[in-house]
């Protein structure tokens, strides 16, 4: 169960592309300013200028959310997030090391989570306020 929790926003993907380009054994953690937020189909976008931990250089970040249907059936909307806005978004990382991966969850700035349960995950909701 908590596999599939963690995997939900790549297994809709899959259908139609392959997830081969996403390092599924890594979680990356990227908190930042929201650059925009492209609720597209067949799959939505989500920019962030963030650092990830260990880093000192905020880069932009592309990351691959899943269609805007899905994404409205875990609550998260077109006007959920907006340009600007303190966001934290776990990924799974590109392979190639370039800034991007597939999202696994984001915590909006009223610290909602959509997506997978980062405490299910084995992280803590405090660590993850944006």
Do not use: C
């Amino acid at each position: 169960m908590l596999l599939a929790a963690a995997i939900l926003p790549v297994s809709h993907a899959a259908g139609h592309h392959s997830a081969a380009m996403f390092d599924q054994s890594a979680l990356l953690i990227l908190k930042g300013a929201l650059r925009s937020f492209s609720y597209l189909n067949p799959h939505s976008w989500i920019s962030i200028d963030s650092s990830p931990a260990g880093t000192a250089e905020v880069t932009r970040w592309d990351i691959e959310a899943t269609s805007p249907n899905t994404l409205a059936s875990i609550g998260l909307r077109a006007e959920t997030l907006h340009a600007g806005d303190r966001v934290t978004v776990g990924i799974r990382p590109l392979r190639d090391g370039r800034p991007g991966g597939s999202m696994v969850f984001v915590i909006g700035p009223d610290g909602k989570s959509y997506g997978a349960n980062p405490e299910a995950l084995g992280l803590r909701a405090e660590d993850l306020k944006p």
